[in-house]
């Protein structure tokens, strides 16, 4: 568990220095990846599977965490818009948002 919340840092960290610099796309992504592993801490802990790929993780997140699921399937088109389009700041910092509210949600819960 604590290797996922040090690779979620890693990653939002990332996305911050790429926000920085104005590369929106990675930070897109580095706040995506962010998300992704902070649902597979919230998975884990819940239920102590690890998804293996994007599909099973919104599977999982589907019948187990509908609201979590509802917000991260979108940003998930942002994400995959990112591969092949340009990203503005304001993308960027949609990802960014809810990569910390979900942070918040995860790591500091009493």
Do not use: W
Not at 40 to 68: A, G, Q
Not at 78 to 90: A, I
């Amino acid at each position: 568990m604590e290797e996922l919340r040090i690779n979620a840092e890693e990653f939002m960290q990332s996305g911050e220095d790429n926000l920085k610099k104005k590369r929106y796309n990675a930070a897109v992504s580095d706040f995506f990846k962010a998300v992704a592993i902070i649902c597979d801490y919230l998975i884990y802990k819940d239920m102590r599977i690890l998804p293996k790929n994007h599909n099973e993780r919104f599977s999982i997140l589907r019948s187990h965490f509908k609201d979590i699921y509802s917000k991260v399937s979108g940003l998930f088109e942002d994400y995959t818009k990112s591969y092949n389009l340009r990203m503005d700041k304001m993308q960027a910092l949609k990802m960014r948002e809810y990569a910390y509210e979900l942070k918040q949600l995860a790591f500091n819960k009493k």
